[in-house]
Protein backbone atom coordinates (compact mmCIF):
# COMPACT_ATOMS: atom_id res chain seq x y z
CA UNK A 1 0.00 0.00 0.00
CA UNK A 2 1.20 3.67 -1.12
CA UNK A 3 0.16 6.28 0.86
CA UNK A 4 1.28 10.02 0.26
CA UNK A 5 1.57 12.24 3.35
CA UNK A 6 2.34 16.10 4.04
CA UNK A 7 1.34 19.31 5.33
CA UNK A 8 0.21 22.36 3.44
CA UNK A 9 -1.23 26.18 4.18
CA UNK A 10 -4.39 27.00 2.33
CA UNK A 11 -2.65 27.64 -0.61
CA UNK A 12 -0.69 24.30 -1.51
CA UNK A 13 2.47 25.62 0.11
CA UNK A 14 4.77 22.99 1.56
CA UNK A 15 8.43 23.99 2.16
CA UNK A 16 10.72 26.49 2.30
CA UNK A 17 14.51 25.63 1.71
CA UNK A 18 14.31 22.45 2.24
CA UNK A 19 12.32 22.71 5.72
CA UNK A 20 8.74 23.63 7.01
CA UNK A 21 7.27 26.82 6.16
CA UNK A 22 5.51 26.54 9.77
CA UNK A 23 5.87 25.13 13.40
CA UNK A 24 2.97 22.66 14.06
CA UNK A 25 4.39 20.03 16.41
CA UNK A 26 0.93 18.47 16.51
CA UNK A 27 1.00 17.90 12.59
CA UNK A 28 4.95 16.10 13.44
CA UNK A 29 3.11 14.21 15.80
CA UNK A 30 0.77 12.74 13.61
CA UNK A 31 3.03 12.45 11.34
CA UNK A 32 4.98 10.03 14.04
CA UNK A 33 2.62 7.93 14.60
CA UNK A 34 0.94 7.68 11.26
CA UNK A 35 4.63 5.84 9.85
CA UNK A 36 5.39 4.46 13.10
CA UNK A 37 7.15 0.99 12.39
CA UNK A 38 6.05 1.54 8.56
CA UNK A 39 8.33 2.90 5.44
CA UNK A 40 8.91 6.60 5.00
CA UNK A 41 10.20 7.62 1.15
CA UNK A 42 11.59 11.29 1.06
CA UNK A 43 13.64 12.43 -1.92
CA UNK A 44 17.34 13.68 -1.26
CA UNK A 45 16.71 17.36 -1.28
CA UNK A 46 13.84 16.59 1.78
CA UNK A 47 16.01 13.76 4.01
CA UNK A 48 18.54 16.85 3.92
CA UNK A 49 16.51 19.46 5.43
CA UNK A 50 15.47 16.83 8.08
CA UNK A 51 19.33 16.85 9.11
CA UNK A 52 20.30 13.43 7.04
CA UNK A 53 19.25 11.28 10.04
CA UNK A 54 16.88 8.70 9.91
CA UNK A 55 13.40 8.94 11.99
CA UNK A 56 13.99 6.06 14.57
CA UNK A 57 10.88 3.13 14.72
CA UNK A 58 10.45 3.12 10.78
CA UNK A 59 12.73 2.27 7.71
CA UNK A 60 13.58 5.49 5.65
CA UNK A 61 14.69 5.35 2.34
CA UNK A 62 15.91 8.28 0.25
CA UNK A 63 15.11 8.61 -3.31
CA UNK A 64 17.98 10.25 -5.44
CA UNK A 65 19.05 10.03 -8.90
CA UNK A 66 23.01 10.10 -7.57
CA UNK A 67 24.31 6.96 -7.94
CA UNK A 68 27.39 7.77 -5.05
CA UNK A 69 25.04 8.79 -2.78
CA UNK A 70 25.35 7.40 1.04
CA UNK A 71 23.98 7.88 4.57
CA UNK A 72 24.03 6.47 7.57
CA UNK A 73 23.60 2.33 7.28
CA UNK A 74 19.98 2.34 8.28
CA UNK A 75 18.98 4.22 5.10
CA UNK A 76 17.96 2.61 2.20
CA UNK A 77 19.17 4.77 -0.83
CA UNK A 78 16.93 4.00 -4.39
CA UNK A 79 16.79 5.40 -7.50
CA UNK A 80 13.97 5.09 -9.21
CA UNK A 81 10.38 5.01 -8.92
CA UNK A 82 10.54 1.76 -10.14
CA UNK A 83 12.86 0.54 -7.19
CA UNK A 84 10.34 2.28 -5.08
CA UNK A 85 7.74 0.27 -6.50
CA UNK A 86 9.15 -2.63 -5.87
CA UNK A 87 10.21 -2.55 -2.73
CA UNK A 88 6.25 -1.61 -1.84
CA UNK A 89 5.41 -4.67 -3.52
CA UNK A 90 7.63 -7.02 -1.18
CA UNK A 91 6.68 -5.39 1.64
CA UNK A 92 3.63 -6.07 3.98
CA UNK A 93 3.89 -2.65 5.67
CA UNK A 94 2.75 0.66 4.11
CA UNK A 95 4.72 2.91 2.30
CA UNK A 96 4.65 6.40 2.94
CA UNK A 97 5.75 9.16 0.26
CA UNK A 98 7.00 11.51 2.67
CA UNK A 99 8.00 14.65 -0.10
CA UNK A 100 8.65 16.56 -1.51
CA UNK A 101 7.43 18.17 -4.21
CA UNK A 102 9.21 16.62 -7.30
CA UNK A 103 9.03 13.11 -5.45
CA UNK A 104 4.72 13.42 -4.82
CA UNK A 105 3.99 14.34 -8.33
CA UNK A 106 5.93 11.02 -9.55
CA UNK A 107 4.08 8.72 -7.35
CA UNK A 108 0.62 10.16 -8.17
CA UNK A 109 -0.25 7.63 -10.30
CA UNK A 110 0.18 4.93 -8.05
CA UNK A 111 -0.85 5.99 -4.73
CA UNK A 112 -3.78 4.48 -2.63
CA UNK A 113 -4.31 7.09 -0.33
CA UNK A 114 -3.74 10.59 0.52
CA UNK A 115 -3.09 12.01 4.00
CA UNK A 116 -2.98 15.52 3.74
CA UNK A 117 -2.73 18.52 6.90
CA UNK A 118 -4.40 21.58 5.82
CA UNK A 119 -3.15 24.22 7.87
CA UNK A 120 -5.65 27.27 7.57
CA UNK A 121 -3.08 29.89 6.93
CA UNK A 122 -1.21 31.34 4.61
CA UNK A 123 3.04 31.37 4.81
CA UNK A 124 5.67 32.21 2.36
CA UNK A 125 8.27 29.84 0.68
CA UNK A 126 9.65 28.29 -2.51
CA UNK A 127 7.61 24.69 -3.19
CA UNK A 128 4.15 23.50 -3.44
CA UNK A 129 2.22 20.57 -3.55
CA UNK A 130 1.63 19.53 -7.18
CA UNK A 131 -1.94 19.60 -9.31
CA UNK A 132 -3.68 16.41 -8.29
CA UNK A 133 -6.75 15.45 -10.13
CA UNK A 134 -9.26 15.17 -7.14
CA UNK A 135 -11.84 14.27 -8.84
CA UNK A 136 -9.80 10.96 -8.73
CA UNK A 137 -10.25 11.03 -5.20
CA UNK A 138 -12.62 10.77 -2.55
CA UNK A 139 -12.52 12.68 0.96
CA UNK A 140 -13.48 10.15 3.52
CA UNK A 141 -11.94 11.75 6.76
CA UNK A 142 -11.87 15.39 8.65
CA UNK A 143 -10.25 15.77 11.70
CA UNK A 144 -9.94 19.32 12.90
CA UNK A 145 -7.11 19.91 14.95
CA UNK A 146 -6.98 20.81 18.45
CA UNK A 147 -5.07 24.50 18.31
CA UNK A 148 -3.50 25.84 21.61
CA UNK A 149 -0.23 28.05 22.67
CA UNK A 150 2.33 25.10 20.89
CA UNK A 151 -0.26 24.99 17.72
CA UNK A 152 -1.50 28.28 17.28
CA UNK A 153 -2.66 27.73 13.35
CA UNK A 154 -6.29 26.10 13.02
CA UNK A 155 -5.65 23.03 10.85
CA UNK A 156 -7.34 19.93 9.53
CA UNK A 157 -6.21 16.23 8.54
CA UNK A 158 -7.24 14.81 5.76
CA UNK A 159 -7.90 10.83 4.18
CA UNK A 160 -9.06 10.42 0.42
CA UNK A 161 -9.02 7.28 -1.19
CA UNK A 162 -9.17 6.65 -4.95
CA UNK A 163 -12.67 6.96 -6.51
N1 LIG B 1 5.44 14.17 4.92
C1 LIG B 1 5.06 14.91 5.99
C2 LIG B 1 6.01 15.56 6.80
C3 LIG B 1 7.46 15.39 6.49
C4 LIG B 1 8.44 16.16 7.32
C5 LIG B 1 9.15 17.21 6.71
C6 LIG B 1 10.06 17.93 7.46
O1 LIG B 1 10.79 18.96 6.93
C7 LIG B 1 10.76 19.15 5.55
C8 LIG B 1 10.29 17.61 8.80
O2 LIG B 1 11.20 18.35 9.52
C9 LIG B 1 10.66 19.39 10.31
C10 LIG B 1 9.61 16.54 9.39
C11 LIG B 1 9.92 16.26 10.78
C12 LIG B 1 9.55 15.17 11.45
C13 LIG B 1 9.96 15.01 12.86
N2 LIG B 1 9.62 13.86 13.55
N3 LIG B 1 8.95 12.92 12.90
C14 LIG B 1 8.88 11.68 13.31
C15 LIG B 1 10.04 13.70 14.94
C16 LIG B 1 9.16 14.51 15.86
C17 LIG B 1 7.91 13.86 16.37
C18 LIG B 1 7.02 14.71 17.22
C19 LIG B 1 10.16 12.25 15.31
C20 LIG B 1 9.57 11.27 14.48
C21 LIG B 1 9.67 9.92 14.82
C22 LIG B 1 10.37 9.53 15.93
C23 LIG B 1 10.97 10.50 16.74
C24 LIG B 1 10.88 11.86 16.42
O3 LIG B 1 10.62 15.89 13.43
C25 LIG B 1 8.67 15.83 8.66
C26 LIG B 1 5.51 16.33 7.85
N4 LIG B 1 4.17 16.40 8.07
C27 LIG B 1 3.30 15.75 7.29
N5 LIG B 1 1.97 15.83 7.52
N6 LIG B 1 3.74 15.00 6.25
Known amino acids: MLTAIWAQDENGLIGKKNHLPWRLPNDLKFFKETTENNVIVMGRKTF ?43 TEKTVFIAGGAQIYKQFEPYLDELLRTTIEATFTGDAHFPSFDYSKWKLVKTVQGIVDEKNIYPYKFETFIRV
Not at 52 to 66: A, C, G
Not at 79 to 84: C, I, Q, W
Open 48 to 90: EGMGKRPLPNRQTIVLTSDEKYTASDSVIILHSLEEVLNFSKE
